[in-house]
């Protein structure tokens, strides 16, 4: 059975004499009392949520064997001079860093590591174009707000405890148009004059 070096900073799991480690490349993650370790990337990459880390990377490197390890320990023991981190490699491999700036030999992190938010507007969906032979639809139409706008909001407020701008209401009624107008097409495709609950587009599944 293999003899335990340290345990995970993160996962707590056991880390062998002689085993591959991770540590973190910012220095405060280094000192030389309580160095942080981790046996995998994955677990580096978990601390991220605990830190304010700039900028970031996972630095690959080797546990000692035993013996390196009790010669480390006597040497801490012997000289009142700071000891070198006993997690410190001869050779680091950079594995990736959490940076837009480009590397050698980077490799991107896993997709649970992305933290920030990127916010994606949508623009009004077009009307779908009408088909060889479908109805000629009016244009000479009056562009008003198409839903009750208290009732929005309050199911916005309801759902996410969101406010809503009003400026968000001419856009959701160019939806609805869009949504009339595929409907009456389909009536009429049917040869009816009535628009039947069937006629109307069903929504996505949520």
């Given at each position: 059975m293999?003899e335990?070096?340290k345990?995970?900073?993160?996962?707590?799991?056991?880390?062998v004499?002689?085993?591959?480690y991770?540590q973190?490349?910012?220095?405060?993650?280094?000192r030389?009392?309580?160095?942080?370790?981790f046996c995998?990337?994955?677990c580096?990459?978990?601390?991220?949520?605990?830190v304010?880390?700039r900028?970031?990377?996972?630095i690959?490197a080797?546990?000692?064997?035993?013996?390196?390890?009790?010669?480390?320990?006597?040497?801490?023991?012997?000289?009142?001079?700071?000891?070198?981190?006993?997690s410190t490699?001869?050779?680091?491999?950079?594995?990736?860093?959490?940076?837009d700036e480009?590397?050698?030999n980077?490799?991107?992190?896993?997709?649970?590591a992305?933290?920030?938010?990127?916010?994606?507007?949508?623009?009004?969906?077009?009307?779908p174009?009408?088909?060889?032979g479908d109805?000629?639809?009016?244009?000479a139409?009056?562009?008003?707000?198409l839903?009750?706008?208290?009732?929005?909001?309050?199911?916005?407020?309801?759902?996410?405890g969101?406010?809503?701008?009003d400026?968000i209401f001419?856009?959701?009624?160019?939806h609805v148009?869009?949504?009339?107008?595929?409907?009456?097409?389909?009536?009429?495709r049917n040869d009816?004059?009535?628009?039947l609950?069937?006629?109307?587009?069903?929504p996505?599944?949520r």
């Amino acid at each position: 059975m293999a003899e335990i070096w340290k345990k995970c900073t993160e996962c707590r799991i056991d880390i062998v004499f002689g085993a591959t480690y991770y540590q973190c490349s910012v220095s405060t993650c280094n000192r030389t009392r309580m160095p942080l370790v981790f046996c995998s990337v994955i677990c580096w990459d978990s601390h991220l949520s605990t830190v304010r880390h700039r900028d970031a990377g996972a630095i690959e490197a080797k546990a000692p064997s035993k013996s390196q390890w009790e010669q480390e320990l006597a040497g801490e023991t012997a000289s009142p001079a700071p000891a070198r981190p006993a997690s410190t490699p001869d050779s680091v491999q950079p594995v990736h860093r959490r940076s837009d700036e480009t590397r050698p030999n980077l490799i991107p992190p896993p997709p649970a590591a992305a933290t920030e938010r990127r916010v994606v507007v949508a623009t009004p969906a077009p009307a779908p174009a009408a088909a060889a032979g479908d109805l000629a639809l009016s244009d000479a139409v009056d562009k008003d707000v198409l839903v009750v706008v208290s009732k929005l909001k309050k199911y916005i407020k309801d759902r996410s405890g969101f406010n809503t701008s009003d400026q968000i209401f001419d856009l959701i009624s160019d939806h609805v148009r869009a949504i009339c107008d595929e409907a009456i097409r389909c009536a009429a495709r049917n040869d009816r004059k009535t628009v039947l609950e069937r006629d109307m587009p069903r929504p996505p599944r949520r």
